[in-house]
């Protein structure tokens, strides 16, 4: 079965660039969500979106942001990147009426 | 605060043995339960879930039970194997208020020993 898909599965930057990462839901999903996991830390939500449209707003900075496009699919935008941004990035989706999140296999930024 | 709380952070057992791994949570707005299984370099992966008006699931060697008075819930895995070795968090949300974002403990690194 097809799972959620995130990209890359690997980034490197230098303080106060920019990066942007991209994740697929599992088709026929419509609810995307966004979470950061620290080292040695529980997963903590960013931000939402559901059919498009931000549906909630965790602990995300304002120097980042995110949206879901017209097939689904969402980009987290970073600026301005910091060490401790530093973490594993996590996108999940849920389908219509489901409770469940699918967990995609993350991004591990590493900020110099 | 930590809402969801996993207070042993590492279980050792023995093969064949039951993994007993606990989890409190201080939220009373909670109203569902899952909990999710991670390897290293993987996305935690979705393994059983429990709604606020039962006190018990079971799938297969997997069994999750709520105590909602006590605000606690334990899955119970029996009988364990090497492949369960893991980190296991819990996570809750509350289906009738925010969209559905989780909020997890911090996870039990379960060790299943042959």
Known sequence: AAGVIQSPRHL??????????KCYPIPRHDTVYWYQQGPGQDPQFLI????????????????????????YHSELNMSSLELG??????????????IEQFFGPGTRLTVL | DQQVKQNSPSLSVQEG???????????????????????????PTFLISISSIKDKNEDGRFTVFLNKSAKHLSLHIVPSQPGDSAVYFCAATSVGGSQGNLIFGKGTKLSVKP
């Open chain 1, 12 to 21: 490197i930057k230098e303080k106060r660039e920019t990066a942007t990462l």
């Open chain 1, 48 to 71: 939402s979106f559901y059919e498009k449209m931000q549906s909630d707003k965790g602990s995300i900075p304002d120097r980042f942001s995110a949206q879901q496009f017209s097939d």
């Open chain 1, 85 to 98: 941004d530093s973490a594993l990035y996590f996108c999940a989706s849920r389908g219509t009426g489901g």
């Open chain 2, 17 to 43: 043995r039951i993994s007993i791994l606990n989890c409190d949570y201080t939220n009373s707005m909670f109203d569902y339960f899952l909990w999710y299984k991670k390897y290293p370099a993987e996305g």
